[in-house]
């Protein structure tokens, strides 16, 4: 039969597989079992059953108290280590009196005394919430309790014992109040004197003896056979301090047949056995038989595998020279935080494999921990980390996020750019608290280390905080609000989810989807459709023609085709067919045009401003049959060609039917307002990208007075020629009610809020620069209330007039409606309404729907109500004052 050479897993851990239970009798045998041959049990328990442990610094005993009894299963095991004590109690009691034993007899007071200082000390350590090392605590406390109890007579002896065995218990970490349950249980007697020094010598001899040695455990011990009973936990010796020699020497083989499972089996030991200072022995003699190229893998296994540090200790002191004990004294330096130290022993085994990663963890640990300031983190010079077969991978990770750490808080120091400080500053803080709370994940030797670091750079990090960002502004800002213009690049924000619809529209869908952007004016129709090509992808190309730029068409349908058809030539690089051939046979010949341009990709044609076609119409300048036209070319490869149309209209509201063909398979998309976060990042960030000059629309440029036209031209074109991001950036900010009063004035309006802000920077400018007035670089509410109070309704009256004018417009009454509302920030309830404007019933239902629609007023708690504050007033201004 072949012998199995494997090495067994020891588990020697109890095999409880539920919490104690008050009413089982044979869980109060198992307890007095773990008091007296088994302590190490109680800490398993507590751990797996009772909350585990809570370190002594974190409260005191009493609100430790608190907690632990808040845990039902470690109350009930308080509450049976009570039982146990009465029911000895009462047993000893009872022995004395039935065979006449004088309570004073030092067997019978050192076997009382033995007991009940072991239950005591397992509960005042239940209590506290310790599951340390129980040994050394109980057999000092247990022995002077039990010496004092004999030479001093039972009371007197047992209260001195009660003192210096908590004294040491707490000393010890371990076993606190051992004596004391001996003087708890043995009050009745009488006090007496120490008339015996050389009796008190013999009793704590006898006691530590039998409580730390424990000869009878031993020997149990040493009739068990480790290697065939790894998993029966009682056969081993749990609480002696003498050696198992038979158990030390498998281990030895166990160590050198299986490093591994070696070290898990020395954890066992370690945790549930008092051998700990009997293993360091073959794990010494097995580390200095690996070969140097395995030294620091060995070793670092033995770290990261066991659990006790003590026992990491103890090979310190061997030689430091010998690569593995000088790897060792590296570990247990860094778990000591000296990293410097570490350094010093990692130098010995540099040469060797693994050996230049510990020493620039080591070393790199080593000046992160010197430098505590900001400024001397900025100064750090850090060396290259290694990337590949790494021994401890989540160590580098944690260090690389250091050194980016390093690298934000040098931007941070020499950036001129406020908002790279800013950025700067939130990535550092991000990469210290992501370190912070994945401690867990760094291994033990080094983790308080880091940690200690961390925490120590993000304090220093946040005492500078309130600073980050303030700068000296010494020349003129220049205004990067865009109002007229359409906004693109960066600067577009807050319409995701119209581009989202889009992209499903025209990417994800199996042919091209023709569309409808409508809304009121200056809500940002032109800017989506000149942005919508970051969304359409390399398949398929979007084309913008304005057709007010046409102004008089002479020439009939002829000239728009070519007015597309030059635009699509710009985009496509395909030279559009000449303009005779056009004025000959102009559909023909764009249709022809247009299938040479799809044949490479996917068309959309963007036309802004659509209801110009209908004026066209009118006017007889092109035919009714146009918009026809339009739909035979959507038809033509429905996979290949879409419009969108964007204007102030659904196609459905248009006067005439000239549009009819496009009424089924037009999509209508409503553009309204921005929402509250998009108007505070456009007005907090304008400036994520500029705009070129060659941007600016010449028809928008009128809506402008001519002192706001120099500045913003002036502005685009001191962009356009010095892009660099830190000159152009925007340095000023607002405060948080600043940015809400503007949204509640504008309700998110897109032309409003640039106008705003437009008019903030040239008041500050004005004032800083021109009137030496001193200003912060926040704006206020103050600020907000001084724009709106000067020129702002004058500035912004081709809007104001543009809702007026619209509203003059199809259904009858809008303009009544409005006027009537103005007076009422609260709006009125449609009944009052009624009455204000003297419409009928139908007629002012039709009007209110007209102007829901446009955005121009709302219904709120049953009151209509004009939703942009800033036209309220205008109203209010031209017709009420």
């Known amino acids: ?164 065995g908590v004294a040491l218990g707490v000393a010890l970490g371990v076993a606190l109040g051992v004596a004391l349950g001996v003087a708890l249980g043995i009050t009745k007697f009488i006090v007496r004197g120490l008339t015996n020094k050389m009796l008190l010598s013999l009793s704590y001899g006898v006691a530590y003896g039998v409580v730390s040695w424990n000869p009878v455990n031993w020997l149990i011990s040493l009739i068990s056979n480790p290697t065939k009973s790894q998993n029966i936990a009682w056969r081993f010796s749990h609480v002696t301090l003498l050696p198992n020699i038979r158990l030390i020497s498998q281990l030895q083989k166990w160590l050198q047949q299986d490093w591994e499972n070696g070290i898990h089996n020395t954890n066992q030991i370690l ?15 097995i580390l200095i038989t690996f070969p140097d190229e395995q030294v620091i893998y060995r070793v670092n296994q033995l770290v990261e595998g066991t659990n006790n540090w003590n026992l990491i200790r103890s090979l310190v002191k061997f030689n430091s020279r010998i690569p593995s004990f000088a790897t060792t004294n590296g570990f247990w330096y860094l778990h000591k935080k000296k990293p410097d130290k570490a350094t010093e022993a990692f130098a010995i085994v540099r040469d060797l494999l693994y050996g230049e990663e510990i020493f620039i963890v080591a070393q790199t640990l080593a000046k992160f921990q010197q430098v505590q300031k900001v400024n001397d983190i900025a100064s750090l010079e850090i060396p290259s980390f290694p990337t590949e077969n790494l021994l401890r991978p989540t160590t580098w990770k944690a260090m690389n996020s250091l050194k980016r750490v390093v690298e934000d808080i040098k931007l941070i120091q020499h950036s001129a750019s406020r908002n790279t400080k800013s950025f700067a500053y939130g990535r550092a803080i991000g990469e210290l608290t992501e370190v912070i709370d994945n401690k867990d994940n760094i291994p033990e030797a080094e983790r308080e280390l880091i940690i200690d670091i961390a925490d120590t750079w993000k304090q220093s990090l946040e005492r500078i905080g309130k600073d980050i960002g303030n700068v000296t502004i010494t020349q003129p800002v220049r205004n990067p609000y865009v109002i007229g213009n359409p906004v693109t690049g960066s600067l577009f924000v807050g319409r995701e989810d119209i581009l989202r619809k889009l992209e499903e529209l025209w990417i994800t869908g199996n042919q091209l989807q023709s569309v409808v952007l409508y809304g009121h004016r200056r809500m940002g129709k032109t800017s989506i459709l000149k942005n919508i090509a970051n969304c359409t992808g390399a398949e398929v190309k979007v084309i913008y023609v304005n057709l007010q730029r046409l102004g008089a068409v002479s020439q009939g349908v002829a000239e728009v085709l070519m007015a597309i058809s030059d635009e699509i030539a710009d985009n496509f690089n395909i030279s559009p067919p000449d303009d005779d051939t056009f004025l000959k046979l102009p559909q023909r010949t764009f249709e022809r045009y247009l299938k040479q341009v799809i044949a490479t990709r996917g068309l959309i044609i963007a036309l802004d401003e659509f209801e110009t076609i209908e004026e066209l119409i009118q006017q007889g300048q092109i035919e009714p049959s146009f918009m026809g036209f339009l739909r035979g070319l959507v038809q033509m490869n429905p996979e290949k060609i879409a419009f969108a149309f964007a204007g102030l209209h659904t196609l459905e509201e248009m006067t005439a039917d000239y549009f009819q063909p496009f009424f089924a398979s037009v999509i209508p998309i409503h553009v309204s307002f921005l929402s509250q976060g998009a108007t505070q990042t456009i007005l907090a960030n304008p400036i994520s990208n500029i705009p070129p000059l060659s941007r600016g629309v010449r028809g928008d440029q009128n809506t402008l007075s001519r002192e706001a036209r120099e500045d913003q031209n002036t502005f685009l074109r001191d ?66 209330k001084a724009v709106i109070n000067q020129k702002f309704f004058q500035q912004g009256r081709y809007y104001f007039e543009g809702v007026w004018g619209q509203a003059a417009q199809g259904a009858i009454g809008q303009q009544e409606i409005i006027k009537a509302l103005a007076p009422h920030p609260q709006g009125l309830i449609l009944e009052n309404l009624a009455s204000a404007t003297g419409l009928d019933s139908e007629t002012i239902k039709a009007a209110i729907a007209t102007l829901e629609r446009h955005d121009v007023i709302e219904e709120k708690s049953r009151n209509y109500r004009i939703i942009v504050e800033l036209f309220r007033r205008w109203v209010v201004r031209m017709f009420h004052s």
Request: proline share 6%; with cysteine.
């Open 271 to 285: 945790e549930y056995t008092f051998q700990s200072s009997h293993v360091v022995p073959p794990i010494r003699r």
């Open 719 to 784: 962009a356009r020629d010095n892009q660099n991001p830190e000159n152009n950036e925007f340095l000023l900010d607002y405060t948080g009610e600043a940015l809400d009063l503007i949204y509640s004035l504008t309700s998110g309006q897109p032309y409003l809020v640039q106008l705003i802000g437009f008019l903030l920077v040239r008041n500050y400018n004005d004032q800083v620069f021109e009137q030496n007035i001193p200003h912060t670089n926040t704006f206020t509410v103050e600020d907000i």
């Open 1 to 164: 039969m072949s012998k199995d050479n494997s090495v067994p897993k020891l588990d020697l851990a109890p095999k409880l597989k539920r919490p104690l239970s008050l009413w089982n009798p044979l869980d109060y045998l198992r307890l007095l079992y773990w008091s007296i041959f088994f302590p190490q049990a109680f800490t398993w328990y507590l751990k797996n059953w009772a909350g585990g442990d809570i370190p002594l610094t974190l409260m005191n005993i009493p609100k430790r108290w608190k907690l632990r009894f808040q845990n039902p299963n470690r109350r009930n095991l308080l509450i049976q280590e009570l039982i146990i004590i009465v029911i000895c109690a009462w047993i000893f009691s009872s022995l004395s009196i039935f065979f006449d034993i004088d309570p004073d007899f030092p067997l019978f007071v050192f076997i009382g005394s033995f007991t009940f200082g072991l239950l005591l000390n397992s509960i005042w350590n239940i209590g506290l919430g310790i599951t340390g090392t129980l040994a050394l605590g109980v057999a000092l406390g247990v022995a002077l309790g039990v010496a004092l109890g004999v030479a001093l007579g039972v009371a007197l002896g047992v209260t001195f014992g009660v003192a210096l």
